[in-house]
């Protein structure tokens, strides 16, 4: 089965500073990769995705993904962190079985 | 426009009690899903269904039985509870094969079990 790994459980990262967000995905087919966002006490959101196509997805709020197949990765990130950023950031992979698999989390401070 | 409504928000239980977590979604998506969210392991999918009358297991299906009588309702029930169960839960649903469509999520049921 797929799997997903994040590295670095927590991040923390001043206001205005680059946020990068790491996720490696195991695979034996063509995946479908995803990023959500869950704020306190809610569900998780959809940031982005990617299916197939340019590597390069653009979500919503400013962040953005590259699908790398040659690294097996699929990193987060934003050119600019907002206070409102803060969050629990989830990725994602799905294969062609309805069944999708989260990694562990990283949780996003943002410093003042 | 509700979307993926779950209930109870909270629950404590007893070990050995039962109790079915509800789950209704009013997009007519066909499939639908349940996964548990414990600190440092993200969510795990329990069980899912892809239309009325389908499901299959998930990642983590053992202590856990699914229905799916209608497209709008995907009930969990845990038969005989155990303090491993104590996390949180979220329903979700999609409108079709998932790995082309996102997920919309409940806001999730806390469950303790003592």
């Known amino acids: 089965a797929q799997s997903v790994t994040q590295l670095g459980s927590h991040v923390s990262v001043s206001e205005g500073a680059l946020v990068l967000l790491r996720c490696n995905y195991s695979s034996s087919v063509p995946p479908y990769l995803f990023w959500y966002v869950q704020y306190p006490n809610q569900g998780l959101q959809l940031l982005l995705k990617?299916?197939?196509?340019?590597?390069l997805v653009k979500g919503i709020n400013g962040f953005e993904a590259e699908f790398k197949k040659s690294e097996t990765s699929f990193h987060l990130t934003k050119p600019s962190a907002h206070m409102s950023d803060a969050a629990e950031y989830f990725c994602a992979v799905s294969d062609r079985n309805n069944d999708m698999r989260f990694g562990a989390g990283t949780r996003l401070t943002v410093k003042p | 426009n509700a979307g993926v409504t779950q209930t109870p928000k909270f629950q404590v239980l007893k070990t050995g009690q039962s109790m079915t977590l509800q789950c209704a979604q009013d997009?007519?998506?066909?499939?639908m899903s349940w996964y548990r969210q414990d600190p440092g392991m993200g969510l795990r999918l329990i069980h899912y269904s892809v239309g009325a009358g389908i499901t299959d297991q998930g990642e983590v299906p053992n202590g856990y039985n699914v229905s799916r009588s209608t497209t709008e309702d995907f009930p969990l029930r845990l038969l005989s509870a155990a303090p491993s169960q104590t996390s949180v839960y979220f329903c979700a649903s999609s409108s079709r094969a998932l790995h082309n469509e996102k997920l919309f999520f409940g806001s999730g049921t806390q469950l303790s079990v003592l």
């Open positions: 990617y299916t197939t196509g340019a590597t």
């Open positions: 997009m007519n998506h066909e499939y």
